[in-house]
């Protein structure tokens, strides 16, 4: 689990690089993610990003995600929010890639 002084050093870091709520809540549900799984976790994450990119929707600011359902733990939002910015980021190393590829 995550342990209180985790905690107290992420607070520390987010603060020194001006992390707004968000951010910080993304970091802290992070690391509360069992050591176990949370590598096996990414990784299948990204395979599905990789293999399915158009299908990924674009991302939700986080207080239209709040008004869509209120019903949602602040982790699960977080992790939604996470799993939309890993796509857009994805799609925008493919987009840089192309315009890479065809300068040449």
């Given amino acids: 689990m995550f342990r209180q002084d985790g905690e107290t050093i992420v607070n520390r870091l987010c603060a020194e690089l001006h992390a707004d709520e968000l951010d910080?809540?993304?970091?802290?549900?992070?690391?509360?993610?069992?050591?176990?799984?949370r590598l096996p976790f990414l990784r299948r994450l990204i395979?599905?990003?990789q293999n399915h990119p158009t299908e990924v929707a674009?991302?939700?600011?986080?207080?239209?995600?709040?008004?869509?359902?209120?019903?949602l733990s602040i982790d699960e939002q977080v992790e939604l929010y996470r799993q939309q910015?890993?796509?857009?980021k994805k799609r925008g190393?493919?987009?840089?890639?192309?315009?890479e590829s065809d300068v040449g």
């Fill in 93 to 99: 190393s493919q987009a840089s890639s192309a315009k």
């Fill in 85 to 88: 910015l890993l796509a857009e």
């Fill in 47 to 49: 395979q599905e990003v």
């Fill in 24 to 37: 910080t809540a993304i970091i802290q549900a992070y690391f509360r993610i069992d050591e176990k799984i």
């Fill in 58 to 71: 674009q991302p939700t600011p986080p207080n239209e995600l709040e008004m869509k359902d209120e019903s």
